[in-house]
């Protein structure tokens, strides 16, 4: 208990960083109008590749006798690769519904 109040202590800057940032966080995203909250959230997801590339790095630097890095990075890898592609799969379907197919009839024959 006493090294963890230590590091908290040593730490102090980064941990107020950390909780006004989810403050802040919070506040931005109550803000956001619910149309917009899924294209922001796809788009979001997609941009998480960012965490393959750092499980990646972690696995590669990791010793070969460390299971729990070796263990983690590869599940980070897994959500994170399924977190890129549902953002990319979520983004595609909403393109979808603003292109105009030929199925649909125009205003101008449809009272004719």
Known sequence: METLLNFIESNLEQFYIVI?????????????????????????????GVIIIGSIIVMGEASPDNY??????????????????????VTDRMLEMFKLGKEQPSKQTKGK
């Not at 919070?26 to 998480?48: D, K, Q």
């Not at 729990?68 to 799969?89: D, E, K, Y």
């Open 20 to 48: 006004l940032s989810v403050f802040l966080g919070i506040e931005v995203i109550s803000r956001v109008p619910s149309v917009l909250h899924t294209p922001l959230m796809s788009g979001a997801n997609a941009i998480h």
């Open 68 to 89: 729990v890095a070796l263990s983690l990075g590869f599940i980070a890898v897994i959500v994170g690769t399924i977190n890129v592609v549902g953002g990319f799969v």
